[in-house]
Nanobody, 125 residues
Framework: QVHLVESGGGSVQPGGSLKLSCAAS????????MGWIRQTPGGERKFVAA????????YYHDSVEGRFTISRDSIENTVYLEMNSLQPDDTAVYHC??????????????????WGRGTLVTVST
């Protein structure tokens, strides 16, 4: 079983920045990609970003394109999400997940290889 552990969440003011990290451990990691899915205070889950471990290609939701950057360390099976120009609408629990890029974009936990417990990001004045 693969375990994903997120870190780096916190509270910032609008316009601020945070960097999230997600480390994978456990059995041999073989997922095609890792990424981030956020759950808003209203309970809605949305795809944020993903990165292919094979190609290194990033994928972003339109709402974060140009503000967030996803990167990975393939040797350490770690993925990062650098978030800039944060806005109140970015407030959510950010879950790290592993699977195919398509399933990450669908943001369906049941279709993914692994799912982290999440880290809270709060953006407010």
């Amino acid at each position: 079983q693969v375990h994903l552990v997120e870190s780096g969440g916190g509270s910032v003011q609008p316009g601020g920045s945070l960097k999230l990290s997600c480390a994978a451990s456990g059995r041999a990691f073989s997922s095609d990609a890792m990424g981030w899915i956020r759950q808003t205070p209203g309970g809605e889950r949305k795809f944020v970003a993903a990165i292919s471990f094979r190609t290194g290609n990033p994928y972003y939701h339109d709402s974060v394109e140009g503000r967030f950057t996803i990167s990975r360390d393939s040797i350490e099976n770690t993925v990062y999400l650098e978030m800039n120009s944060l806005q109140p609408d970015d407030t959510a629990v950010y879950h790290c997940a592993a699977g195919t890029v398509i399933n990450l974009q669908l943001a369906m936990e049941s279709s993914l290889d692994a799912w982290g417990r999440g880290t809270l990001v709060t953006v407010s004045t």
